[in-house]
């Protein structure tokens, strides 16, 4: 039997959390890349990102729920389109960057002078009509990444007018390639495809993610950051619909194990694909990679330390029945499903995305890793 030193074993304890306590500050981020100087961000991606263009595609778009309450209730009880309780990842980047909050491409009466959010919730990394040729249907939207990409050309044309030009106004930009993809596999497994057949689609989904950041990097990008895939098998939505009933099935953090290897192997080849990406652009063009994955596994692995529930962590706030508070027919902002009444200290919003408290600690990690990769000092 191993026996403790108390005294050792509050010094290392108290330690611990001296290291741990800059990550709980909310102006870690701001602090750790006040040195960056960026003129612009553009962002492409899906729901994790999207500030308010699904809301505006019509028809399907003004029926869903995102631009209703309790969607966005944190945000000043104002829904903007966003799918959380209030702020993305990608606010937390721009006030850490000093950059106003991005505007969504569609909403066109709004101020782009210091960049665009063409990300569309429910958009795929493939077109919607390759995918259909699989018989895998995008429900929400067919604004794809090659349908944001064509949104940024047109935007590009109306804020310079030579190539020298976009090349001087986008030089000093950030540019958000992702995360996007996720629905590309979301879609396919709850239309009954098998791992195999969704395996199948990876290769295909990475390569549309490499050809879009090599298009962004044609036109003047100079720093590009790609995000990776969440490590799906920790979310309600998966927990739910692919449970087991074997505890030796699920990890330590009570995730389920089979579908970890798919999102790592989405890694694994998005990472080879940025690697490839790098020896042909040379080295004057950043190119990151966002771990996802990872950060989404710091926090719940620190839930207990970072202010968070740990009793909830696999739970949806915003949700009705069942072990994860998720029910796929009747979910966040249908009638009569509940709010908890302290989101902040939840990770899942909705059993699909993220509280806004989530967010802000996933990229405060984020943008800790970040920073080295891409050249921010001037």
């Given at each position: 039997?191993?026996i403790?030193?108390?005294s050792?074993l509050?010094?290392?304890?108290f330690?611990?959390?001296?290291?741990?306590?800059p990550?709980?500050?909310?102006?870690?981020a701001?602090?750790?890349?006040?040195?960056c100087?960026?003129?612009?961000?553009?962002?492409?991606?899906?729901?994790i990102?999207?500030?308010?263009?699904?809301?505006?595609?019509?028809p399907?778009?003004?029926?869903?729920?995102?631009?209703?309450?309790?969607?966005g209730?944190?945000?000043?009880?104002?829904?903007?389109?966003?799918c959380?309780?209030?702020?993305?990842?990608?606010?937390?980047?721009a006030?850490?960057?000093?950059?106003?909050?991005?505007?969504?491409?569609?909403k066109?009466?709004?101020?782009?002078?210091?960049?665009v959010?063409?990300?569309?919730?429910?958009?795929?990394?493939?077109?919607?009509?390759?995918?259909?040729?699989q018989?895998?249907?995008?429900?929400?939207?067919?604004?794809?990444?090659f349908?944001?990409?064509?949104?940024?050309?047109?935007?590009?044309k109306?804020?310079?007018?030579?190539?020298?030009?976009?090349?001087?106004?986008?030089?000093?930009?950030?540019?958000?390639?992702?995360?996007?993809?996720?629905?590309?596999?979301?879609?396919?497994f709850?239309?009954g495809?098998?791992?195999?057949?969704?395996?199948?689609?990876?290769?295909?989904?990475?390569?549309?993610?490499?050809?879009?950041?090599?298009?962004?990097?044609?036109?003047?990008?100079?720093?590009?950051v790609?995000?990776?895939?969440?490590?799906?098998?920790?979310?309600?939505?998966?927990?739910?619909?692919?449970?087991?009933?074997?505890?030796?099935?699920?990890?330590e953090?009570?995730?389920?194990?089979?579908?970890?290897?798919?999102?790592?192997?989405?890694?694994?080849?998005?990472?080879?694909?940025?690697?490839?990406?790098?020896?042909?652009?040379?080295?004057n063009?950043?190119?990151?990679?966002?771990?996802y994955?990872?950060?989404y596994?710091?926090?719940?692995?620190?839930?207990?330390?970072?202010?968070?529930?740990?009793?909830?962590?696999?739970?949806?706030?915003c949700?009705t029945?069942?072990?994860?508070?998720f029910?796929?027919?009747?979910?966040?902002?249908?009638?009569?499903?509940?709010?908890?009444?302290?989101?902040?200290?939840?990770?899942?919003?909705?059993?699909?995305?993220?509280?806004q408290?989530?967010?802000?600690?996933?990229?405060?990690?984020?943008?800790?890793?970040?920073?080295?990769?891409?050249?921010?000092?001037?």
């Amino acid at each position: 039997m191993a026996i403790f030193n108390s005294s050792l074993l509050i010094h290392t304890s108290f330690l611990f959390l001296l290291l741990l306590l800059p990550l709980l500050h909310p102006c870690t981020a701001t602090r750790l890349i006040k040195n960056c100087s960026f003129d612009a961000i553009y962002q492409f991606g899906d729901s994790i990102s999207d500030t308010g263009n699904l809301i505006r595609e019509a028809p399907i778009g003004t029926a869903t729920p995102y631009g209703h309450l309790p969607y966005g209730m944190t945000l000043s009880n104002t829904p903007t389109g966003r799918c959380s309780d209030g702020l993305l990842m990608i606010d937390y980047i721009a006030m850490a960057l000093q950059i106003p909050l991005l505007n969504p491409y569609l909403k066109r009466d709004s101020d782009f002078s210091h960049g665009v959010n063409f990300a569309v919730a429910g958009s795929t990394a493939l077109d919607t009509t390759f995918l259909a040729k699989q018989r895998i249907f995008s429900p929400l939207t067919n604004s794809s990444l090659f349908v944001q990409l064509g949104w940024f050309m047109t935007h590009l044309k109306s804020i310079c007018s030579t190539e020298t030009e976009c090349r001087q106004k986008l030089g000093n930009s950030l540019f958000l390639v992702g995360e996007i993809g996720g629905n590309d596999y979301n879609y396919a497994f709850f239309q009954g495809k098998t791992m195999e057949e969704v395996e199948s689609l990876i290769p295909s989904v990475v390569q549309k993610i490499k050809d879009a950041v090599t298009e962004v990097i044609k036109v003047g990008a100079t720093r590009v950051v790609v995000p990776g895939n969440f490590p799906i098998r920790c979310i309600p939505i998966y927990l739910t619909a692919f449970a087991i009933n074997d505890p030796a099935s699920y990890d330590e953090l009570k995730c389920l194990k089979g579908l970890n290897n798919f999102a790592m192997n989405h890694n694994i080849q998005l990472q080879g694909a940025i690697s490839l990406l790098r020896e042909e652009q040379g080295s004057n063009i950043d190119i990151a990679y966002a771990d996802y994955y990872t950060a989404y596994q710091w926090v719940l692995s620190h839930a207990h330390f970072l202010g968070l529930d740990v009793n909830s962590i696999e739970k949806a706030c915003c949700g009705t029945g069942g072990e994860y508070n998720f029910n796929l027919i009747k979910m966040c902002g249908a009638e009569g499903v509940q709010v908890c009444s302290n989101p902040e200290t939840y990770m899942s919003w909705d059993g699909v995305h993220s509280t806004q408290n989530g967010y802000r600690l996933m990229a405060d990690w984020l943008l800790r890793d970040i920073k080295p990769k891409i050249r921010c000092f001037f």
